[in-house]
T-cell receptor
Framework: AQSVSQHNHHVILSEAASLELGCNYSYGGTVNLFWYVQYPGQHLQLLLKYFSGDPLVKGIKGFEAEFIKSKFSFNLRKPSVQWSDTAEYFCAVNEGRDDKIIFGKGTRLHILP | EAGVAQSPRYKIIEKRQSVAFWCNPISGHATLYWYQQILGQGPKLLIQFQNNGVVDDSQLPKDRFSAERLKGVDSTLKIQPAKLEDSAVYLC????????????FGNGTRLTVT
């Protein structure tokens, strides 16, 4: 069955540090990939998405993610985090031939001011 | 545009009682989803509608959970009878297109079963 793994459950960083959150998925065919973010007290919202084309995708607030097909990975990165990036981040995958969107367990990111 | 509306925001019930959640998706969004998010886990899809038809309900515990989307707009998710393990946040989401559109989530309903 299709699955999504997020390696880090809780990450604590200081402001201006670089961020990389890992995401791996199990399906070997065509996939659509997403990162969603949930800020404290707010609803889940889309951060960025990959459907096809350039494997390096840029999202809102300076985030980017790279799709590496050979590694079944879609890691999220940001060169310099801010206190306002404190949130929970979810990786999600949709098989190309299926409508179902599967979410990872999430990574809780805490940025120290 | 107005977002996905859900009510109530919080609900506390005793086990074996019944409960219903309501969702109003973004206008024009044909696809509607109900997710269950247990503390410490990612959202798990319960049921997906395309207009008023069910696309996927393979993970819906049909002995106690039911959902409907009359007229292809609002949707209701019901649990009867509730169990302790149903304590979770129930998220409604909608999207324009099943395959390529991102999901727009509501704020969710936090259910506590005692």
């Amino acid at each position: 069955a299709q699955s999504v793994s997020q390696h880090n459950h809780h990450v604590i960083l200081s402001e201006a540090a670089s961020l990389e959150l890992g995401c791996n998925y199990s399906y070997g065919g065509t996939v659509n990939l997403f990162w969603y973010v949930q800020y404290p007290g707010q609803h889940l919202q889309l951060l960025l998405k990959y459907f096809s084309g350039d494997p390096l995708v840029k999202g809102i607030k300076g985030f980017e993610a790279e799709f590496i097909k050979s590694k079944f990975s879609f890691n999220l990165r940001k060169p310099s985090v801010q206190w306002s990036d404190t949130a929970e981040y979810f990786c999600a995958v949709n098989e190309g031939r299926d409508d179902k969107i599967i979410f990872g367990k999430g990574t809780r990111l805490h940025i120290l001011p | 545009e107005a977002g996905v509306a859900q009510s109530p925001r919080y609900k506390i019930i005793e086990k074996r009682q019944s409960v219903a959640f309501w969702c109003n998706p973004i206008s024009g969004h044909a696809t509607l989803y109900w997710y269950q998010q247990i503390l410490g886990q990612g959202p798990k899809l319960l049921i997906q509608f395309q207009n008023n038809g069910v696309v996927d309900d393979s993970q819906l515990p049909k002995d106690r959970f039911s959902a409907e989307r009359l007229k292809g707009v609002d949707s209701t998710l019901k649990i009867q009878p509730a169990k302790l393990e149903d304590s979770a946040v129930y998220l409604c989401a909608s999207s324009l297109d099943r395959r390529v559109s991102p999901l727009h989530f509501g704020n969710g309903t936090r259910l506590t079963v005692t």
